[in-house]
């Protein structure tokens, strides 16, 4: 196992890896919309939030030489089923067909308030 990190991500706030690598798979731990430069959540609604969520991901996958072509699973948290359409907008910006295969769940509160978190795995 190879753990994966980048200063373009914001930083584990627990005792986990950004990503870790292994077998040709990297797997990304949940990523919240915080900006990585301040620390702070991107925005208050869902589209800028999953538009951070997603730049996080992003980030972490350059970071192990991938891209979001690479991405073959996503799973999507979100505190209000309600901003499933928003955030699939945001979301359809990012991956391409064919599209990687996707869980999206509505969960009753993320850490800090967020409104969505993303992970993804990656190959």
Do not use: H
């Amino acid at each position: 196992m190879k753990a994966i990190n980048t200063k373009n991500a914001p930083a584990a706030i627990g005792p986990y890896s950004q990503a870790i690598e292994v077998n040709g798979f990297v797997y990304t731990s949940g990523q919240l919309p915080i900006d990585p430069a301040t620390g702070e959540f991107a925005g208050c609604d869902i589209k800028s939030q999953a538009e951070q969520s997603l730049k996080n991901v992003k980030a972490i996958l350059e970071e192990a030489g991938l891209t979001m072509k690479n991405v073959v699973k996503t799973t999507v948290f979100l505190a209000d089923m309600a901003d499933f359409a928003a955030m699939n907008e945001v979301y359809s910006t990012y991956f391409s067909e064919p599209y990687p295969a996707r869980s999206a769940v509505a969960v009753k509160t993320l850490p800090k308030g967020a409104l969505v978190e993303i992970e993804c795995v990656a190959v």
